[in-house]
């Protein structure tokens, strides 16, 4: 009896004690949240196409900066048209001799070769002589004369990149041999740009390469980030669908961003190595979904190529999913990409199949 108020006593100041470091947790906490969604955006254009940024994190005003800048140093180290890039450089000396480059544009050369293996030179990185001929990304895009793209299709071949593992040295085989990165290098930069941003302590956020798109986490009200899969006969602001996207990648391919018609023909920017002429398969449009940015890359470039029955054999792939256009408007759906798509049941004439 005699112990029994000094009892009390000891548990009212130990629940006094966990109330007042639960209200200061909760004050913490709040106080931590409103540091970490702090949001900011940017815009640039960069590896000739427009880049949107919208990042959450305590420094998310530096990520945006630091992003901005990965992506001009990558440009400059990467694109066959800045004449001081290692790409460049390994241009100039086709045929020649080697030329030393830093490890990180080694391995991402040596990535990129594997892609062309996994694809039977369907994806092929030497396609430069060809893409130079046609320039139907530049200012004077038209239609080569046959003999000019039979010359320039023997001069794409990754079996000629030549990599030197002991010095990190690159040499393209045969004279006149060009790269070009465009299959995958918006990805493999948009990876590398996520990864800066997270240094920065960013959690949430997405950034825009063009085509591509890389998000982090999810939005402050807790849902996935959503984007439109755009309708690729239709104007820049219609879709076909809505696809949700957590901590992923989707790179997109189609023949509607970058294209010139002569005599009523469309000409888009994806060649096919072994015609030397624009891909001709019965796909408009493929989107894929996966980790990886370079390999999103690759992987849309691949299968617009090699068109919608061999595409279908992916269906079920655990690394990566997929959404393709044909030009019946039929919308082909990977198992995996299932529950996070919308259909837009405004979209005119299109028709959703389950590719499993």
Same mark, same amino acid.
């Given at each position: ?9 000891? $548990?009212? /100041? ?11 947790? $909760? ?20 590896? =000739?196409?427009? /880049?949107?940024?919208?990042? *959450? ?10 992003? %901005? ?23 100039? %000396? ?6 030393? /480059? #830093? ?20 994806? !092929? ?9 046609? #320039? $139907?990304?530049?200012? =004077?895009?038209?239609?080569? #004369? ?10 794409? %071949?990754?079996? !000629? ?23 995958? &290098?918006?990805?493999? &930069? ?22 591509? $798109? ?14 439109? @899969?755009? #309708? ?30 002569? %005599?009523? /023909?469309? +000409? ?8 030397? +002429? ?18 999103? !890359? ?9 068109? *919608?029955?061999?595409?279908?054999? +992916? ?9 393709? @256009? =044909? ?9 995996? @990409? ?19």
């Amino acid at each position: 009896m005699l112990n029994y108020p000094r009892k009390k006593t000891v $548990i009212t /100041v130990a629940v006094s004690l966990m109330l007042l470091l639960f209200l200061a947790c $909760i004050g913490f906490f709040w106080d931590s949240r409103e540091k970490e969604w702090t949001t900011s955006t940017g815009s640039a254009f960069v590896m =000739d196409t427009f /880049v949107d940024q919208k990042l *959450s994190g305590e420094k998310s005003g530096q990520a945006v900066e630091e992003v %901005n800048q990965m992506l001009a140093d990558f440009e400059n180290r990467f694109s066959a048209y800045i004449s001081s890039s290692e790409i460049a450089r390994i241009n100039q %000396n086709a045929g020649l001799s080697y030329v030393q /480059v #830093d490890e990180e544009t080694f391995q991402l050369l040596k990535t990129a070769k594997e892609y062309c293996q996994l694809s039977q030179g369907l994806f !092929d990185i030497t396609i430069g002589p060809l893409a130079d001929l046609w #320039d $139907i990304t530049g200012e =004077d895009p038209r239609v080569p #004369d046959e003999q000019a793209i039979q010359s320039a299709t023997k001069l794409v %071949n990754y079996e !000629d990149l030549l990599l030197r593992e002991e010095d990190h040295s690159v040499m393209l085989r045969q004279k006149g041999q060009k790269l070009n990165l465009g299959g995958i &290098a918006k990805g493999a &930069a948009g990876s590398l740009a996520m990864e800066t941003a997270k240094s920065y302590g960013v959690h949430s956020g997405y950034l825009s390469i063009g085509g591509n $798109i890389f998000t982090i986490g999810r939005k402050e009200d807790g849902s996935a980030y959503r984007f439109g @899969i755009r #309708d690729p006969r239709g104007e820049a602001s219609d879709y076909i669908g809505i696809v949700e996207l957590t901590d992923t990648t989707m790179a997109t391919s189609g023949d509607y961003e970058r294209y010139f018609e002569e %005599n009523g /023909v469309r +000409y888009h920017h994806i060649l096919n190595p072994d015609t030397g +002429y624009p891909g001709d398969s019965d796909l408009i449009s493929v989107s894929v979904i996966c980790q990886d940015g370079g390999m999103a !890359d690759f992987l849309s470039t691949t299968l617009f190529l090699a068109g *919608s029955e061999k595409a279908m054999a +992916y269906a079920d792939a655990e690394s990566f999913d997929f959404i393709l @256009i =044909d030009r019946e408007k039929n919308v082909y759906l990977s198992n995996g @990409i299932l529950p996070y798509f919308t259909p837009n049941e405004q979209a005119e004439g299109y028709h959703f199949v389950n590719a499993s």
